[in-house]
């Protein structure tokens, strides 16, 4: 019933930016906000970020505070994921996650839909 979709990734060097996108269509009025996460290889999925649902609440874990910002437009039903100061570190798979209810958790299983997910490579 919720569709998402990534876009915005791709190869960049240490210390550039990118900006990703995921555009979430089918039914999301019930939907608290989003959230962000990634997974390199060999590793488990893991929590980047998350917004709420009228943008007014953000967070983000230790490892990106400070360098990724997430913002939404609500009018076009998408979120973003402002990437900065990119390390190799942050190369992963990112995926965007819609919540299973209104909390905006941190783990996997706190999530019901998700993207095909979009590549970040960061050469080093």
């Known amino acids: 019933q919720v569709q998402l979709v990534e876009s915005g990734g791709g190869l960049v060097q240490v210390g550039g930016s990118l900006r990703l996108s995921c555009a979430a269509s089918?039914?999301?009025?019930?939907?608290?906000?989003m959230g962000w996460f990634r997974q390199a290889p060999g590793k488990e999925r893991e929590f980047v970020a998350a917004?709420?649902?009228?943008?007014?609440?953000?967070y983000a874990t230790d490892s990106v505070q400070g360098r990724f910002d997430v913002s939404s437009d609500n009018m076009k039903n998408t979120v973003y994921l402002q990437m900065n100061s990119l390390k190799p570190e942050d190369t992963s798979v990112y995926y965007c996650?819609?919540?299973?209810?209104?909390?905006?958790?941190?783990?996997?299983?706190?999530?019901?839909?998700w993207g095909p997910g979009t590549q970040v490579t960061v050469s080093s």
């Open positions: 996650a819609s919540p299973l209810g209104l909390v905006l958790g941190l783990k996997v299983d706190d999530y019901d839909y």
């Open positions: 917004i709420s649902r009228s943008g007014g609440r953000t």
């Open positions: 089918g039914r999301t009025f019930s939907n608290y906000g």
